[in-house]
């Protein structure tokens, strides 16, 4: 081999090993980020575990609670007529007059629970509406009154109107 053909074969070696070098650099800064990303990644996922677990414990009453005052699953007809004779038979007690009552559609809108609601429209002594209203107003059966709208009696000073828009919610059957 001349001089020439060693210096081309030797200028090739370099000019292939500085070539297969950047390749290799290429793929190692590729690589490298890959796993930059998803170390990144896990450890976003492990703050975020981290914070759900503070939570949880932050929830944890709430969550016994709920898992143990949840009412079994009933329809929608069961649920809004025990909620209607739990109303008519409270208002009597207390002394209030039930001039209407209107059941009204179903709220089917929350993923775990739906809601009964019933319109009624009484009438009676403010005191007596106070006590039904705290009868009907327990978080321990998930019943509540949505909406007050009270006013004085035409006739009767001593009285007061009242519409109210209760609700029950349960979890449908399935």
């Known amino acids: 081999m001349s001089v020439r053909e060693k210096k081309l074969l030797t200028l090739l070696l370099i000019a292939g090993f500085l070539i ?5 650099y290429s793929i190692y800064v590729e690589k490298k980020n ?23 414990v932050e929830f944890a009453e709430q969550m016994t ?21 739990f109303a008519e038979s409270k208002a009597r007690s207390l002394g209030l007059t039930i001039q209407k ?20 429209n009484l009438s009676g002594r403010e005191q007596a509406l106070y006590q039904w209203f705290d009868a009907i107003n327990d978080p321990n059966v998930f ?29 449908p059957a399935s």
Do not use: V
């Open 65 to 85: 609670w709920l898992a143990n005052k949840e009412p079994k699953p009933a329809t929608y007809q069961e649920t809004q007529t025990a909620l209607q004779q």
């Open 143 to 171: 019943r509540t009154t949505l909406q007050i709208r009270m006013k004085p009696n035409t006739k009767d000073d001593t009285l007061i109107d009242c519409d109210a828009t209760l609700s029950q919610w349960f979890p």
């Open 34 to 56: 890959l796993y930059s990303n998803d170390l990144a990644s896990a450890n976003s996922q492990l703050q975020q575990a981290y914070a759900f677990r503070e939570s949880s």
């Open 20 to 24: 297969l070098n950047f390749f290799l």
């Open 101 to 120: 009552q209107e059941p009204l559609p179903t709220d089917e809108t929350g993923t775990y629970y739906h809601r009964a609601q019933l319109k009624i």
